[in-house]
Nanobody
Framework: QVRLVESGGGLVQPGGSLRLSCAASGFTFRSYVISWFRQAPGKEREGVSGISTSDGSTYYADSVKGRFTISRDNAKNTVYLQMNSLEPEDTAVYYC??????????????????WGQGTQVTVSS
């Protein structure tokens, strides 16, 4: 049974940092693409960043390039999202998702069958 558990969300001031974690189990970790999506109130869920756990290739939405960094620890079956220089516009529920997708299609949420429960990130002064 595939299970994804996010952690690390919280309240942070503009310009601050947070690190999200996505602990995965129930599948061969090194064969999937694991991605972070976010959904703000009244908006569609959008892709933030993705990583191929097999070769470590990384992908980012334009809105977070240079501020967010995705990484993986294959020994711990965990993917991280380091978020720096946070802005109020980054406020959303952040979800991790996993599936055997073509890495270049990482941002297509409909391709993912497996999702975590989400973690709230609030950027506010």
């Amino acid at each position: 049974q595939v299970r994804l558990v996010e952690s690390g969300g919280g309240l942070v001031q503009p310009g601050g940092s947070l690190r999200l974690s996505c602990a995965a189990s129930g599948f061969t970790f090194r064969s999937y693409v694991i991605s972070w999506f976010r959904q703000a109130p009244g908006k569609e869920r959008e892709g933030v960043s993705g990583i191929s756990t097999s070769d470590g290739s990384t992908y980012y939405a334009d809105s977070v390039k240079g501020r967010f960094t995705i990484s993986r620890d294959n020994a711990k079956n965990t993917v991280y999202l380091q978020m720096n220089s946070l802005e109020p516009e980054d406020t959303a529920v952040y979800y991790c998702a996993a599936d055997n997708v073509v890495p270049s299609n990482w941002y297509h949420r409909v391709l993912y069958d497996y999702w975590g429960q989400g973690t709230q990130v609030t950027v506010s002064s």
